[in-house]
């Protein structure tokens, strides 16, 4: 029927609301914008605290998926491999994820900085 305004999926109120909570300045945009705002968000460059916290992560994830002897001994290479992929993906997630959230916050934060400058630039 005309006129009638379809109402959200659940898919899509769900991710609007996980992208609100993870990145509260979103909302000073306009809902057309998000995905070009997190693109370039997602571009931004690591700075140098953020590349330390990545490289102290990922070799702390790789120092837990270590196997002692026995255990290697125990397990064939390649199950081996494969417990320490699927353990690693999750910690990865928790060990690095938040340094790339601050990147990405910090990117969105210079984009909504940029575009305020240029919108109140152009006024004057």
């Known amino acids: 029927m005309p006129g009638l305004k379809a109402s959200p999926t659940p898919g899509a109120a769900l991710k609007r609301g996980l992208l609100l909570w993870a990145f ?54 390649p199950l081996r491999y494969l417990i320490q992929f699927v353990a690693a993906v999750p910690l990865l997630v928790l060990a690095v994820g938040p340094v790339h959230l601050r990147r990405a916050r910090r990117g969105l934060d210079a984009f909504i900085a940029a575009r305020h400058g240029f919108s109140q630039g152009g006024e004057s």
């Not at 571009?43 to 255990?71: K, P, S, W």
């Open 24 to 77: 509260p300045r979103l909302a000073e945009l306009p809902a057309g914008e998000w995905e070009q705002a997190l693109a370039r968000a997602r571009d931004a460059e690591f700075d140098t605290l953020e590349r330390v916290a990545l490289v102290a992560g990922v070799a702390f994830v790789a120092y837990l998926l270590r196997f002692d002897a026995e255990q290697a001994l125990a397990i064939s290479l």
